[in-house]
């Protein structure tokens, strides 16, 4: 969240007894604006070559989260003109880097791949929680019917230090090659419903009670000359 501090001030000018009298007040306004989107890694369509996986076979993509919110969507090659089309697993997860195994658990969703070169896009349903920092991963499983060829990125020299590319294919793990990456996109929106209020910090407390201190100040300056009249009166 990015938080902003609002001083207003009033200022009251009285001409009484021929004296000019001078009121102060002062009002806090606090405000939080949600974090804008952000992207990961964008989307180049200029790679250095593919890798394929064949029915069953993984290639996942490591990435840090570049704001807190949702991972709305993710977008990468997939370039072959000799596969039939077939639909793909697609997993997400946090992960502790580098990774040392496949993401575990139900496939978060599948997607579509034609025989034909094309640029995908995966809009995930529902959007993935991301804590700005922190490590995660996303893997594609080619269907049984058909394979993937995605395409990569040289990361020299250190286009992507924050993440990198590892492939699982005849039961063996590998993260040995962390110097290439997919050329990948990975979009981060603002969470659409926050689960809570963010809760002042003890600075913020503190200029919100000096507000107020000023605030109920001023209102007795103010009202003190009225007083006096009536009682002059």
Same mark, same amino acid.
């Given at each position: 969240?990015?938080?902003?501090?609002?001083?207003?001030?009033?200022?009251?000018?009285?001409?009484?007894?021929?004296?000019?009298?001078?009121?102060?007040?002062?009002?806090?306004?606090?405000?939080?604006?949600?974090?804008?989107?952000?992207?990961?890694?964008?989307?180049?369509?200029?790679?250095?070559?593919?890798?394929?996986?064949?029915?069953?076979?993984?290639?996942?993509?490591?990435?840090?989260?570049?704001?807190?919110?949702?991972?709305?969507?993710?977008?990468?090659?997939?370039?072959?003109?000799?596969?039939?089309?077939?639909?793909?697993?697609?997993?997400?997860?946090?992960?502790?880097?580098?990774?040392?195994?496949?993401?575990?658990?139900?496939?978060?969703?599948?997607?579509?791949?034609?025989?034909?070169?094309?640029?995908?896009?995966?809009?995930?349903?529902?959007?993935?929680?991301?804590? /700005?920092? #922190?490590?995660? $991963?996303? +893997?594609?499983?080619?269907?049984?019917?058909?394979? *993937?060829? &995605? =395409?990569?990125?040289?990361?020299?020299?250190?286009?992507?230090?924050?993440?990198?590319?590892?492939?699982?294919?005849?039961?063996?793990?590998?993260?040995?090659?962390?110097?290439?990456?997919?050329?990948?996109?990975?979009?981060?929106?603002? /969470?659409? #419903?926050?689960? $809570?209020? +963010?809760?002042?910090?003890?600075?913020?407390?503190? *200029?919100? &009670? =000096?507000?107020?201190?000023?605030?109920?100040?001023?209102?007795?300056?103010?009202?003190?000359?009225?007083?006096?009249?009536?009682?002059?009166?």
């Amino acid at each position: 969240m990015v938080k902003t501090l609002y001083f207003l001030h009033f200022f009251k000018f009285n001409y009484h007894d021929k004296k000019t009298h001078f009121y102060y007040f002062s009002v806090l306004f606090c405000s939080s604006d949600l974090n804008a989107q952000c992207t990961v890694h964008e989307f180049t369509d200029d790679g250095i070559g593919f890798v394929t996986t064949f029915p069953g076979f993984t290639i996942g993509q490591t990435f840090q989260a570049c704001e807190s919110g949702e991972v709305t969507s993710i977008t990468f090659k997939h370039d072959d003109t000799q596969i039939l089309p077939g639909t793909h697993e697609f997993r997400i997860a946090a992960i502790t880097a580098p990774p040392t195994a496949l993401i575990s658990g139900p496939v978060y969703q599948t997607f579509d791949a034609s025989g034909n070169p094309e640029i995908l896009t995966i809009t995930l349903n529902p959007p993935f929680a991301v804590t /700005a920092g #922190n490590d995660y $991963a996303f +893997e594609l499983t080619a269907g049984s019917d058909s394979r *993937l060829n &995605i =395409l990569i990125y040289n990361d020299l020299p250190d286009d992507y230090p924050n993440g990198f590319l590892y492939v699982n294919a005849l039961g063996s793990f590998d993260t040995t090659n962390q110097l290439v990456d997919m050329d990948f996109e990975v979009v981060i929106s603002p /969470a659409a #419903n926050p689960a $809570a209020a +963010e809760v002042p910090t003890v600075g913020e407390w503190g *200029l919100l &009670i =000096l507000a107020l201190l000023f605030m109920t100040l001023g209102t007795l300056y103010l009202v003190q000359p009225n007083v006096e009249e009536r009682i002059g009166k």
